[in-house]
């Protein structure tokens, strides 16, 4: 990996490199613009011209996101994927080792060697908006949303959501709950995030607008510019109207931002067309921040004007709903959604699951008055109070009992794989549905120990048992434990056995 803040250094070189062989007719011809990848593989083709200098060979790179991050211009990865030596100059790239990328986050550029071995030219990168989605369904997963006849109230108190579905996920120590509703005017929402640090720079309250120019460089813009809300507490709301799950995003694909501490605002594009608008600006929205537990509260109502929709019964639109939790201003987030989607994808609505509007209570009326009654009579001896807290309060134990089955899915689906060697956290925390970054706190502060070394002592104990086997080579039991070299294999066994293989096996024969 390329090494933090080196990113934007080589990138400046690499354009002005790249401004230089255009002059010459060097390009990449492939991919095309807006390519979606749906696979492990894809062409890269570098266009030169016939009458160039000599050319020994042409070399590939790929710029993607590695890992969770809101500041992806500062954490991006460069990594060379290999050589063509002979024209036409393409290249088949394997991007197994690449998670899913969202329009905008992945990149290819080529270097052009001479024949004495100097790099004479650099084409790229360019801003293609190409999709790596080798996903084409997370999961299967519903929101239930019911009619109302009594629509919340939007002021942030969450007291008008008992007879609502609800979901809920967990972030690093952020805990989500989200219900919703639905009447002929409104789709509500009332989302609760238990969060014991609660970043929120901005002083704007409301709907932002006005703040910055063309901060996302689209051919056509709203005249009222906005700026997104970095290091920021929030959750974004994630709608395909026309639920078409596609893989790019398009105008009725929208979402809706909304900061911790009461800044909001809505937006669609569609990068293809070079569109991006202002969205959701009728949207009436409510936040307010608690303590006991640290915590904050969203309600909001939208228009199905604002979707051009008309609510029914069974509608179905594709939907997620993204937490990102800073633990600091100005560090890294973790980006985690309630379909499974991670940060550098959530922008896929193919990724996304499904809300679905459903009919009111089953009760009858006769029924339902019976239940009202008796609930107001129970609110004698049962404090409302204390119904309320115990429902939006997430104990300790939970918490960490859903961590403990983590890591232990974590730690099982490493001992399935391990012998694979380009097996990493990244793999098993797609396979746990969580971040990598978060995996590996996780991990460590369950077992005290890194991931990664956790994976290599599990191999050493592994070749430990291979190693009483004389038929065997140290070769042979290197690449059975997931390692690409005996020479490695050797170095991360002295590290932790204080011998080589070699000689541990000698010793433990002799014995």
């Given at each position: 990996?390329?090494?933090?803040?080196?990113?934007?250094c080589i990138i400046t070189g690499?354009?002005?490199a790249?401004s230089?062989?255009a002059?010459?007719?060097?390009?990449?011809?492939?991919?095309?613009?807006?390519?979606v990848?749906?696979?492990?593989?894809i062409?890269l083709?570098?266009?030169?011209?016939?009458?160039?200098?000599p050319?020994?060979?042409?070399?590939?790179?790929?710029?993607?996101s590695?890992f969770?991050d809101?500041?992806?211009?500062?954490?991006?990865t460069?990594?060379?994927?290999?050589?063509?030596?002979v024209?036409?100059?393409?290249y088949?790239?394997d991007l197994?080792?690449i998670?899913d990328?969202?329009?905008?986050?992945l990149?290819f550029f080529?270097?052009?060697?001479d024949?004495?071995?100097?790099v004479?030219?650099t084409?790229?990168p360019e801003?293609?908006?190409?999709?790596?989605?080798r996903?084409l369904?997370?999961?299967?997963?519903?929101?239930?949303?019911?009619?109302t006849n009594?629509?919340?109230?939007?002021?942030?108190?969450?007291?008008?959501?008992?007879?609502a579905?609800?979901i809920g996920f967990?972030?690093?120590?952020?805990?989500?709950?989200?219900y919703?509703?639905w009447d002929?005017?409104?789709?509500y929402?009332?989302?609760?995030?238990?969060?014991?640090s609660?970043?929120g720079?901005?002083p704007?309250?409301?709907?932002l607008?006005?703040?910055?120019?063309d901060?996302?460089?689209?051919e056509?813009?709203?005249?009222l510019k906005?700026?997104p809300v970095?290091?920021y507490?929030?959750?974004?709301?994630f709608?395909?109207?026309?639920?078409d799950?596609?893989?790019?995003?398009k105008?009725?694909?929208?979402?809706?931002?909304?900061?911790a501490?009461?800044?909001y605002?809505?937006?669609?594009y569609d990068?293809?067309?070079?569109?991006?608008?202002?969205?959701?600006?009728?949207?009436?929205?409510?936040v307010a921040?608690?303590?006991?537990?640290s915590r904050y509260v969203i309600e909001?109502?939208f228009?199905w004007?604002?979707?051009q929709?008309?609510?029914k019964?069974g509608l179905a639109v594709g939907?997620?709903?993204?937490n990102?939790?800073y633990?600091?201003?100005g560090?890294?987030?973790?980006g985690?959604?309630?379909?499974?989607?991670?940060y550098?994808n959530?922008?896929n609505?193919?990724?996304?699951?499904d809300?679905?509007?459903?009919g009111?209570?089953?009760l009858?009326?006769?029924?339902l008055l019976?239940c009202?009654?008796?609930?107001g009579?129970?609110?004698?001896?049962i404090?409302v109070v204390?119904?309320?807290?115990?429902?939006?309060?997430?104990?300790?134990?939970?918490?960490?009992?859903?961590?403990?089955?983590?890591?232990n899915?974590?730690e099982?689906?490493?001992?399935?794989n391990?012998?694979?060697p380009?097996?990493t956290?990244?793999?098993a925390?797609?396979?746990?549905?969580?971040?990598?970054r978060?995996a590996?706190?996780?991990?460590?502060?369950?077992?005290?120990?890194?991931?990664?070394?956790?994976?290599?002592?599990?191999?050493v104990e592994?070749?430990?048992?291979?190693?009483?086997?004389?038929?065997?080579s140290?070769?042979e039991i290197a690449?059975?434990?997931?390692?690409n070299?005996?020479?490695?294999?050797t170095?991360?066994?002295?590290?932790i056995?204080?011998?080589?293989?070699n000689?541990y096996?000698?010793?433990?024969?002799?014995?």
């Open positions: 990996m390329v090494p933090r803040g080196f990113f934007l690499l354009w002005f790249a230089i062989s002059s010459i007719g060097i390009k990449l011809a492939l991919p095309k613009a807006h390519t990848i749906t696979g492990n593989t062409r083709l570098a266009e030169i011209p016939k009458d160039a200098d050319v020994k060979e042409v070399r590939f790179y790929i710029v993607y590695p969770v809101s500041s992806a211009a500062s954490h991006r460069i990594d060379y994927l290999g050589k063509a030596e024209p036409p100059f393409e088949i790239a197994r080792s998670p990328q969202n329009c905008g986050t990149q080529f270097t052009v060697v024949p004495a071995g100097k004479v030219d084409c790229g801003q293609r908006f190409l999709v790596l989605d996903n369904k997370i999961s299967d997963k519903r929101f239930i949303c019911r009619e009594t629509p919340p109230h939007i002021d942030a108190l969450l007291t008008d959501w008992k007879n579905d609800s967990i972030n690093g120590d952020n805990t989500i709950k989200a919703s509703l002929e005017k409104y789709l929402f009332g989302i609760e995030v238990i969060d014991n609660i970043i720079p901005y704007q309250r409301g709907y607008v006005d703040n910055a120019p901060v996302y460089n689209f056509r813009i709203d005249s906005y700026v970095p290091n507490d929030e959750v974004e709301l709608f395909d109207a026309k639920h799950h596609s893989m790019t995003r105008l009725d694909d929208t979402h809706f931002l909304i900061g501490k009461g800044a605002y809505g937006r669609r990068r293809k067309l070079g569109i991006s608008n202002l969205w959701g600006k009728s949207v009436r929205c409510s921040v608690y303590e006991n537990p909001a109502a228009p004007q604002e979707f929709l008309k609510p019964e939907f997620d709903l993204l990102k939790n633990m600091f201003i560090r890294p987030s973790i985690v959604s309630w379909n499974g989607c991670e550098y959530y922008n609505p193919s990724e996304w699951g809300l679905v509007l459903a009111g209570d089953i009858s009326s006769a029924w019976v009202v009654l008796f609930i009579a129970s609110a004698v001896v404090p204390l119904w309320r807290k115990k429902r939006m309060t997430a104990t300790k134990e939970e918490l960490l009992k859903k961590q403990a089955v983590i890591t899915n974590m099982k689906y490493l001992m399935d391990y012998a694979n380009d097996f956290i990244a793999e925390a797609r396979h746990s549905g969580i971040s990598p978060y590996g706190s996780l991990f460590k502060a369950e077992k005290k120990i890194s991931f990664s070394q956790y994976l290599n002592n599990y191999r592994r070749a430990k048992e291979m190693l009483r086997d004389l038929k065997l140290v070769t690449f059975a434990v997931g390692y070299s005996p020479e490695h294999f170095r991360v066994f002295k590290s056995e204080e011998s080589s293989p000689e096996r000698q010793t433990t024969n002799r014995g």
